[in-house]
Nanobody
Framework: VQLQASGGGLVQAGGALRLSCGAS????????VGWFRQAPGKERQFVAA????????YYADSVKGRFTISRDTAENTVYLQMNSLKPEDTAVYYC???????????????????WGQGTQVTVSS
């Protein structure tokens, strides 16, 4: 599956952005989809994941209550709604997908087979 991430930009602290991750396959809802981010000089970090068919959502503690991951099956797209953004949310955000992950691996970037290009999110203070 090919993934296309978009929606990044520059926003002030407290603002919001919505990232999109579109897929080339109509069976996208059969994939686990995750969002990760990487700030300069830091390792790639788990942000959120959505189970197959969107039944369950998982979040990093740092974004719980502020970010929401969701899926629009008709649009073949997974979204990451980011509210109450903080300067420490600044990073390149990547979406990833995999058909066969188990829950315990959702936060492990190495386990994902398919990746979109990154989209830059910059939050100014």
């Amino acid at each position: 599956v090919q993934l296309q991430a978009s929606g990044g930009g520059l926003v002030q602290a407290g603002g919001a952005l919505r990232l999109s991750c579109g897929a080339s396959e109509r069976t996208y809802n059969r994939y686990v989809v995750g969002w990760f981010r990487q700030a300069p000089g830091k390792e790639r970090q788990f942000v959120a994941a959505l189970s197959r068919n969107g039944g369950s959502r998982y979040y990093a503690d740092s974004v719980k209550g502020r970010f929401t991951i969701s899926r629009d099956t008709a649009e073949n797209t997974v979204y990451l709604q980011m509210n109450s953004l903080k300067p420490e949310d600044t990073a390149v955000y990547y979406c990833a997908a995999d058909k066969f992950l188990i829950v315990s691996s959702y936060s492990d970037a190495v386990q994902y087979d398919y990746w979109g290009q990154g989209t830059q999110v910059t939050v100014s203070s």
